[in-house]
Nanobody, 129 residues
Framework: QVQLIESGGGSVQAGGSLKLSCAAPGRTFDTYGWFRQAPGKEREFVAAISGSPWVDSRMYYEDSVKGRFTISRDNAKSTVYLQMNSLRPEDTAVYSC?????????????????????WGQGTQVTVPS
């Protein structure tokens, strides 16, 4: 059983920043993704990072977060981060991290929630309007 431990959520004014973390103690995966779900809406892809010791990391972003959010990873800490800048009220959602044991070679692959094996519990991000 893989446990993903998320942290860093909270409430921030529009234009502010938050940094989410997702730790998978003792495990390393080729792909880490962040998804979010707002009240009354379906879960949507936010960002993913995919790579291995033999494949350079590639990052994928949902269009509305490009230029504002940055995904990164620290393999030594088995942790992936999501730096979120210039937050907007429409970014309000529960953010969940997910992992996959394989490389995502395209954005289409990275965006598919069915391609991820393990999921965290989620952390709330609120940006009041």
């Amino acid at each position: 059983q893989v446990q993903l431990i998320e942290s860093g959520g909270g409430s921030v004014q529009a234009g502010g920043s938050l940094k989410l973390s997702c730790a998978a103690p003792g495990r390393t995966f080729d792909t880490y993704g962040w998804f979010r779900q707002a009240p009354g809406k379906e879960r949507e892809f936010v960002a993913a990072i995919s790579g291995s010791p033999w494949v350079d990391s590639r990052m994928y972003y949902e269009d509305s977060v490009k230029g504002r959010f940055t995904i990164s990873r620290d393999n030594a800490k088995s942790t992936v981060y999501l730096q979120m800048n210039s937050l907007r009220p429409e970014d309000t959602a529960v953010y969940s991290c997910a992992t996959a044991p394989s490389i995502k070679w395209s954005a289409t692959q990275a965006m598919a929630a069915t391609g991820y094996s393990y999921w965290g519990q989620g952390t709330q991000v609120t940006v009041p309007s």
